[in-house]
């Protein structure tokens, strides 16, 4: 529409809009550039003053009450362009386009994923768990040579119980001050007094005894008379939960890991 605009307005309309419709297209125009000279620089800076200098005619022509009426954000960023563009280079790699895309992948697919019942915390927590995936993959390519993952959002419907479930978890502190490993955990656990081998036959988790009795027997915190734990040893059992890892390599920021049975 603007490649058209002045030429549908030319013999139309009054000179003072003239004035601001070329005023603007050729502000908007000379932003487009994707290199800059001093040259062009003044004549974008000449293009808003144009602007501003004509915006009298919305004025006289009862459109606007006042000068002041123009003090909108879109409008006042005009006169910043300049000055961001020799600070941080030309504006043709600004745009909305991927924040637009973005949309689909952070809001839609995680409204998908809640029980559509306080969706908001439920969106919240499923984005924060698809960023730890990917900073985690970046963990592993970052220490594992020639490690590849290919991540995929998942976007599966929770009942309301697990929604429950989830909420009575320990979200822990965010502060970046304790580096120590952390981690939260339900209050309640989801299976009480259960039988090692109904670990073992039910959830499948065959090397769970071996591994277990070896963890005990080098723990520090073992007695040395403790018995070793046998098939019908009864433990308390949870359905998931959360590791804080301390700040590793180049990255500044905590990563924080759900584990789910």
């Given at each position: 529409?603007?490649?058209?605009?002045?030429?549908?307005l030319?013999?139309?309309?009054?000179?003072?809009?003239?004035?601001?419709?070329?005023?603007?297209?050729?502000?908007i125009?000379?932003?487009?550039?994707?290199?800059?000279?001093?040259?062009s620089?003044?004549?974008?800076?000449?293009?808003?003053?144009?602007?501003?200098?004509?915006?009298?005619?919305?004025?006289?022509?009862?459109?606007?009450?006042?000068?002041?009426?123009?003090?909108?954000?879109?409008?006042?960023?005009?006169?910043?362009?300049?000055?961001a563009?020799?600070?941080?280079?030309?504006?043709?790699?600004?745009?909305?386009?991927?924040?637009?895309?973005?949309?689909i992948?952070?809001t839609?697919?995680?409204?998908?994923?809640?029980?559509?019942?306080?969706?908001?915390?439920?969106?919240?927590?499923?984005?924060?768990?698809?960023?730890?995936?990917?900073?985690?993959?970046?963990?592993?390519?970052?220490?594992?040579?020639?490690?590849?993952?290919?991540?995929?959002?998942?976007?599966?419907?929770?009942?309301?119980?697990?929604?429950?479930?989830?909420?009575?978890?320990?979200?822990?502190d965010?502060?970046?001050?304790?580096?120590?490993?952390?981690?939260?955990?339900?209050?309640?656990?989801?299976?009480?007094?259960?039988?090692?081998?109904?670990?073992?036959?039910?959830?499948?988790?065959?090397?769970?005894?071996?591994?277990?009795?070896?963890?005990?027997?080098?723990?520090?915190?073992?007695?040395?008379?403790?018995?070793?734990p046998?098939?019908?040893?009864?433990?308390?059992?949870?359905?998931?939960?959360?590791?804080?890892?301390?700040?590793?390599?180049?990255?500044?920021?905590?990563?924080?890991l759900?584990?789910?049975?």
């Open positions: 529409m603007e490649k058209v605009f002045l030429g549908v030319a013999g139309q309309s009054e000179p003072g809009l003239i004035c601001v419709v070329c005023a603007t297209l050729d502000f125009y000379y932003t487009h550039f994707e290199s800059h000279t001093t040259d620089l003044k004549k974008l800076e000449q293009s808003w003053l144009d602007f501003h200098n004509n915006l009298q005619y919305f004025v006289d022509a009862d459109i606007r009450k006042n000068r002041d009426d123009f003090n909108i954000p879109k409008l006042h960023s005009m006169q910043h362009y300049v000055a563009i020799i600070s941080r280079g030309s504006a043709d790699g600004y745009s909305t386009e991927s924040p637009e895309r973005l949309h992948d952070f839609k697919s995680a409204y998908r994923a809640s029980n559509k019942k306080n969706y908001i915390k439920q969106m919240t927590k499923w984005l924060s768990r698809q960023e730890a995936c990917h900073r985690f993959a970046n963990y592993l390519q970052w220490t594992i040579p020639g490690y590849v993952a290919e991540l995929t959002a998942v976007s599966e419907s929770k009942d309301d119980d697990e929604e429950l479930e989830e909420d009575g978890a320990d979200n822990g965010d502060s970046e001050q304790d580096l120590q490993l952390r981690y939260s955990i339900a209050k309640q656990s989801a299976y009480s007094h259960i039988n090692i081998s109904t670990v073992i036959d039910d959830f499948g988790a065959v090397d769970f005894l071996l591994h277990f009795t070896k963890f005990l027997h080098d723990s520090p915190h073992t007695l040395q008379s403790a018995l070793a046998q098939p019908n040893t009864r433990l308390d059992a949870f359905k998931c939960f959360t590791v804080q890892l301390p700040p590793s390599g180049k990255s500044k920021k905590f990563l924080k759900t584990y789910h049975t």
